[in-house]
């Protein structure tokens, strides 16, 4: 009972290259989404000024639909669901470009500018991957 669980799960993390870097940018979108949702004091800060402009339920609506797009077909396989991977991990490393901008032009030094910028290479290398790898799939 328990191998199964776990050789289901890990047929699930490692169904392709690409599957882990998907997950943990789309759990790392949600917390950012849900943070600058249910937190709107965070945006009075420094390294966050820049997220006060658009204001933090539109930046939560904006990075909540972008992992969904990520999590919808991770979940459900369907037709174009390759293109959707791509497209979604287009829109993530610009989100997550985005993100580390904000903390670079904020002028409050920290890691997130590195780690950030770092994801959204990352990102990027993996919508690539996913791009050059769709019509095969």
């Given at each position: 009972?328990?191998?199964?669980?776990?050789?289901?799960?890990?047929?699930f993390?490692?169904?392709?290259?690409?599957?882990?870097?998907?997950?943990?940018?789309?759990?790392n979108?949600?917390?950012?989404?849900?943070?600058l949702?249910?937190?709107?004091?965070?945006?009075?800060?420094?390294?966050?000024?820049g997220?006060?402009?658009?204001?933090?339920?539109?930046?939560?609506?904006?990075l909540?639909?972008?992992?969904?797009?990520?999590?919808?077909?991770?979940?459900?396989?369907?037709r174009?669901?390759?293109?959707?991977?791509?497209?979604?991990?287009?829109?993530?490393?610009?989100?997550?470009?985005?993100?580390?901008?904000?903390?670079?032009?904020?002028?409050?030094s920290?890691?997130?500018e590195?780690?950030?910028?770092?994801l959204?290479?990352?990102?990027?290398?993996?919508?690539?991957?996913?791009g050059?790898?769709?019509?095969?799939?």
């Amino acid at each position: 009972m328990f191998v199964n669980f776990f050789r289901r799960v890990g047929d699930f993390l490692f169904a392709d290259p690409v599957r882990l870097i998907e997950l943990f940018s789309a759990l790392n979108l949600m917390g950012w989404a849900w943070l600058l949702a249910f937190e709107p004091s965070l945006l009075a800060r420094d390294s966050y000024a820049g997220f006060a402009s658009l204001g933090g339920p539109a930046w939560a609506a904006l990075l909540a639909s972008i992992a969904i797009s990520q999590f919808a077909p991770m979940i459900r396989r369907f037709r174009h669901a390759a293109n959707l991977r791509f497209m979604a991990m287009a829109a993530a490393a610009g989100a997550w470009l985005v993100i580390a901008s904000n903390f670079l032009l904020s002028g409050v030094s920290t890691t997130a500018e590195a780690n950030y910028l770092l994801l959204s290479l990352i990102c990027m290398v993996s919508g690539a991957y996913l791009g050059w790898t769709s019509r095969s799939t």
